[in-house]
């Protein structure tokens, strides 16, 4: 693996987990302790990480959660060829719910130049873009949590408790290979799982930076999905036993064309 190559994955992994120990980072890279140490100079160089006793921890870390535009601005170029997968996975004259967070905000960006779908969500950022566009978009009601631009609590559970979809693209903030998806907020948590519950085709969206990045609460295991649309290979032992579970691991990759 070329330095650049793992000075991304560390900086991915990192912006999902927000702290990781040495051996954690070992383990993500498949590098020497030396090597490590090595990029790990040159990252906090590049005020990409802060190094601490053990390991590193986002430059965010001690502020609480990164919020929406901190996020954003992580793996760009991930979301954007995720966005375009999840887009070919969705049958015509479907409806979709597309979760909050910005992962699935491209991937609603993408099914807005659309016309044969109807969207809902519990994303204020997806809702002020849809009030731009002809597709039809309907926005559930609750309060807004601001970190992340989620509609969530109460109301929120009451209106998916009344609907039904043909599919939903869901987030996470990390997710491993033992446990499945997981987020760091017990009222998004559960928005996930009402959405789970109501939908026939569920699609996990979620970069590689996420990958054996647990967080503070899992709402899905892998059976609770058809489809992890992401942007890199995972090992084949891990893709094996998630498929086994009755989930597709599908690696979006960037036309060369384009």
């Given at each position: 693996m070329f330095a650049e190559e793992r000075h991304k994955l560390i900086a991915n992994g990192l912006a999902a987990r927000m702290r990781m120990t040495t051996g954690e980072l070992q383990d993500l890279v498949r590098a020497s302790s030396a090597t490590v140490q090595r990029d790990l100079r040159i990252l906090e160089k590049q005020g990409r990480i802060v190094r601490v006793r053990g390991g590193i921890v986002h430059s965010s870390y001690l502020e609480g959660e990164p919020t929406f535009d901190q996020k954003s601005m992580e793996a760009i170029d991930a979301k954007v060829v995720i966005a375009?997968?999840?887009?070919d996975l969705i049958s015509p004259g479907s409806?979709?719910?597309?979760?909050s967070g910005t992962t699935c905000l491209e991937v609603g960006r993408r099914l807005l130049l659309r016309k044969d779908l109807t969207i809902f969500t519990n994303s204020v950022p997806l809702t002020a873009l849809g009030s731009k566009n002809n597709t039809r978009l309907i926005c559930v009601g609750g309060e807004i949590r601001e970190v992340s631009g989620a509609l969530v609590g109460g109301l929120t559970l009451s209106w998916l408790a009344n609907l039904h979809f043909d599919y939903a693209v869901i987030g996470a903030s990390g997710i491993t290979a033992d446990d499945g998806a997981a987020t760091t907020e017990l009222s998004e948590a559960?928005?996930?799982?009402?959405?789970?519950?109501?939908t026939k085709t569920r699609i996990l969206a979620a970069d590689i930076g996420k990958w054996e990045a647990p967080q503070r609460v899992?709402?899905?295991?892998?059976?609770?999905?058809?489809?992890?649309?992401?942007d890199g290979a995972i090992p084949t032992s891990a893709d094996e036993r998630i498929r086994a579970k009755g989930c597709t691991v599908e690696v979006a990759r960037k036309n060369p064309r384009s």
């Open positions: 375009a997968r999840v887009s409806s979709v719910f597309v979760d559960a928005v996930k799982q009402q959405l789970l519950q109501r899992t709402f899905a295991r892998w059976e609770d999905f058809q489809f992890w649309v992401t």
